[in-house]
Nanobody
Framework: QVQLVESGGGLVQAGGSLRLSCAAS????????MGWFRRAPGKEREFVSV????????YYADSGKGRFTISRDNAKNTVYLQMNSLKPEDTAVYYC????????????????WGQGTQVTVSS
């Protein structure tokens, strides 16, 4: 079992930045691809970004390309999502997830999920 706890969410003005963290426990995340997803009010959960087990490969949804950066520190068992130039449409609950697959953007492929952290971007 892998337990995931997100932190770093909050209220920020449009154009601002936030850094989300996802701390894992139970097992080392070096054996897992790690991803971020989000769910906005009234909308379906959507993929945000994924990073491979090694950290060498990353992939972003179009909505975050050029603004979001995913990274991982396997020694700290933590994954990060740096979000810059935030927009009101980025408002959502952000979830961290772990997959035994190395690299996938499909939510159903992820085995473990955190509880989420709220990000609210005001205009």
């Amino acid at each position: 079992q892998v337990q995931l706890v997100e932190s770093g969410g909050g209220l920020v003005q449009a154009g601002g930045s936030l850094r989300l963290s996802c701390a894992a426990s139970g097992r080392t995340i070096s054996n897992y691809g790690m991803g971020w997803f989000r769910r906005a009010p009234g909308k379906e959960r959507e993929f945000v970004s994924v990073i491979s087990k090694s950290g060498f490969s990353t992939y972003y949804a179009d909505s975050g390309k050029g603004r979001f950066t995913i990274s991982r520190d396997n020694a700290k068992n933590t994954v990060y999502l740096q979000m810059n130039s935030l927009k009101p449409e980025d408002t959502a609950v952000y979830y961290c997830a772990a997959t035994r697959r190395s690299f996938t953007a499909t939510a159903d492929d992820f085995d473990y999920w955190g509880q989420g952290t709220q990000v609210t971007v005001s205009s």
